[in-house]
């Protein structure tokens, strides 16, 4: 039995779409852009999978009860997605460093985010 999952699946799918983005990245690079599109493969389907909960349950805003104490807090799901978009861009703008200028890479990169 395989524990290839759907999720590892969709990732395993982004990473091969970014594989050809670092064609051009110099060889003593090379290593460091891999982890890169690793981890911007991973975001990318987690990212879908957050906005997805979040558009099922649909409060910005939820709820809290602890005993005798009522309060609003920030949506658990959004919380995340706030977090993690922001470590997302912050890895595709390094990875996007890494790119020579005038690649064509770079035009597959922006294709890639533009996806969002």
Same mark, same amino acid.
């Given at each position: 039995?395989?524990?290839?999952?759907?999720?590892?699946?969709?990732?395993?799918?982004? !990473?091969?779409?970014?594989?050809? %983005?670092?064609? &051009? %990245?110099?060889?003593?690079?090379? &290593?460091?852009?891999?982890? +890169?599109?690793? /981890? %911007? $493969?991973?975001?990318?389907?987690?990212?879908?999978?957050? =906005? =997805?909960?979040?558009?099922?349950? #649909? @409060?910005? %805003? /939820?709820? +809290?009860?602890? #005993?005798?104490?009522?309060? !609003?807090? /920030?949506?658990?799901?959004?919380?995340? !997605?706030?977090?993690?978009? *922001?470590?997302?861009?912050?890895?595709? @703008?390094?990875? *996007? &460093?890494?790119?020579?200028?005038?690649? $064509?890479?770079?035009?597959?990169?922006?294709? +890639?985010?533009?996806?969002?």
């Amino acid at each position: 039995m395989s524990n290839y999952t759907p999720k590892k699946y969709k990732i395993k799918k982004e !990473y091969e779409k970014l594989q050809t %983005v670092i064609a &051009d %990245v110099a060889p003593n690079k090379k &290593d460091l852009a891999e982890r +890169f599109i690793r /981890e %911007v $493969a991973y975001m990318s389907v987690t990212l879908e999978e957050i =906005k =997805k909960e979040y558009d099922k349950n #649909g @409060k910005a %805003v /939820e709820l +809290f009860e602890n #005993g005798s104490q009522r309060m !609003y807090r /920030e949506n658990t799901a959004l919380k995340a !997605y706030n977090n993690l978009i *922001k470590n997302y861009n912050t890895t595709l @703008k390094q990875l *996007k &460093d890494l790119i020579p200028d005038g690649q $064509a890479q770079l035009d597959d990169l922006d294709e +890639f985010t533009n996806r969002r």
